[in-house]
């Protein structure tokens, strides 16, 4: 079975403190995708990053990194000197290729909240 | 359009009455699908389409939920006698491409319709 787990329901820190959301996932597919999205107040749901179980290297986005560790089945989203309009729910999700149906596995989100 | 776009934005109907919730996908983009999202939780799949078939109906909950994409575009998602269980945010999204054919099937989403069965 595959799954996404986000341990961290809710995380508060200070403005232009750096933070990192835990994501662990489990699948048994040699082949899969890992993705972050961004829900905001507003409440859209935003693609951040997607990355593929055969490619490791971290990734750097402004202010966003991306740590993908297959050894530990964790793909950890950090933002550095975070700002108030970072707050949000951040979700992580998982989508394999052993299912046919392709379907993306949701973890359960972890709300951030920046405080100025 | 810009992004995917979905009305209406929110709903709030009695229970027993039919709703409708419209999509109106990335143009261009092959897939569609349908997620339902209960507060403080991930999106749970519903179904999708490729153009105007639908692939994988498997999370539907039951026979009062259907959905259809007619022309390959535009989709409509349906709930017959709707019931206080099924107050949640319903959201489409689409991509590109069909799930599994690369960096273009990734999943853009819409901002949701929030609804309310009374």
């Known amino acids: 079975a595959q799954k996404v787990t986000q341990a961290q329901t809710e995380i508060s820190v200070v403005e232009k403190e750096d933070v990192t959301l835990d994501c662990v996932y489990e699948?048994?597919?040699?082949?899969?995708?890992l993705f972050w999205y961004k829900q905001p107040p507003s409440g859209e749901l935003v693609f951040l990053i997607r990355?593929?179980?055969?490619d490791e290297q971290n990734e750097i986005s402004g202010r966003y990194s991306w740590n993908f560790q297959k050894s530990t089945s964790s793909f950890n989203f950090t933002i550095t000197a975070s700002q108030v309009v970072d707050s949000a729910v951040y979700f992580c999700?998982?989508?394999?290729?052993?299912?046919?149906?392709?379907?993306?596995?949701w973890g359960a989100g972890t709300k951030l909240i920046i405080k100025p | 359009g810009a992004g995917v776009s979905q009305s209406p934005r929110y709903k709030v109907t009695k229970r027993g009455q039919d709703v409708a919730l419209r999509c109106d996908p990335i143009?261009?983009?092959?897939?569609l699908y349908w997620y339902r999202q209960a507060l403080g939780q991930g999106p749970e799949f519903l179904t999708y389409?490729?153009?105007?078939?639908?692939?994988?109906k498997s999370g539907l909950p039951n026979d009062r939920f259907s959905a259809e994409r007619p022309e390959g575009s535009i989709s409509t998602l349906t709930i017959q006698r709707t019931e206080q269980r099924d107050s949640a945010m319903y959201r489409c999204?689409?991509?590109?491409?069909?799930?599994?054919?690369?960096?273009?099937?990734?999943?853009?989403f819409g901002p949701g319709t929030r609804l309310t069965v009374l």
């Open positions: 999700a998982l989508r394999g290729r052993m299912d046919s149906n392709y379907q993306l596995i």
């Open positions: 999204a689409s991509s590109l491409t069909p799930p599994g054919t690369g960096g273009t099937d990734t999943q853009y």
């Open positions: 699948t048994r597919d040699t082949t899969y995708y």
């Open positions: 143009s261009g983009h092959v897939s």
């Open positions: 389409f490729n153009y105007e078939a639908q692939q994988d």
């Open positions: 990355r593929n179980s055969f």
